[in-house]
């Protein structure tokens, strides 16, 4: 447990460094909500300013920092990420959950707050900690988030290798040409070795390069 503690820390202090040291809003928002801290040296040449592209854009009349990143979130990370992995957990198990916050009258008034009734200071959701303290012991209310993981670390070095080895290969990330064949690998032998944990990272290239398996026709 200590272990995977100081493991996590070491992710967050890593992480922050990173961010610092970037200029803009968007890049910093970019970097948060990606599992690699540079995301754009994941990808091939031809597709290296992309997602910059994307950024820009659509939301480039967006002046608000914080409206562009709920925005954002509520396009993309929701519906791409959160809400689509607890559909595929709670219905794996015939559960249907619900997101009672995502409620169409509560998200358009939480939409028409201001800023001020969102954060104060470093306390985020400030107007929905004030409600709950009413109701639940103000110790419950701030206390940090407790989430939970799973080994991927240890089942990519082990159970798992092979069947990774046979995805990182970088003549067939090459070929696909989507991403930088030479620097996936260089991260895969890098985790391979121990010298760092990249399993979160090498996990969403995983992940991408399965999907390209069974849709091998795609193109952007």
């Known amino acids: 447990i ?8 070491s992710d967050h202090v890593n992480r922050v460094a990173s961010i610092i040291e970037l200029e803009t809003p968007d890049a910093m928002y970019n970097t948060v909500t990606s599992q690699w801290t540079s995301p754009t040296k994941l ?15 659509p939301m480039a009349k967006i002046r608000n920092t914080r409206l562009k990143m709920m925005v954002l979130d509520t396009a993309c990370y929701l519906p791409d990420d959160l809400l689509v992995k607890l559909d595929r957990a709670s219905m794996s198990c015939s559960l249907e959950a619900r997101a009672p916050f995502l409620d169409c009258e509560l998200a358009e008034f939480a939409w028409r707050l201001p800023d001020k009734m969102k954060n104060r200071g470093t306390k985020n959701k400030w107007i929905l900690r004030k409600l709950l303290e009413k109701r639940i012991p103000k110790k419950l209310v701030d206390r940090p988030k407790m989430g939970f993981g799973v080994p991927l670390g240890d089942w990519m070095k082990g159970p798992l290798r092979d069947f990774c080895e046979n995805f ?28 760092v944990d990249n399993s979160r990272q090498l996990w969403a290239v995983l992940m991408w390069q399965m999907w390209l398996h069974q849709n091998p026709d795609v193109e952007f």
């Not at 200590?2 to 820390?9: D, M, N, Q, S, Y």
């Open 168 to 195: 990182f290969s970088e003549s067939l990330i090459q070929k696909q040409g989507f991403l930088d064949a030479k620097f996936v690998r260089h991260q895969w032998e890098l985790h391979l070795g121990g010298k």
């Open 43 to 57: 990808f091939a040449e031809n597709l290296m300013h992309a997602n910059d592209e994307f950024i820009s854009n």
């Open 2 to 9: 200590r272990e995977g503690t100081e493991r996590r820390w």
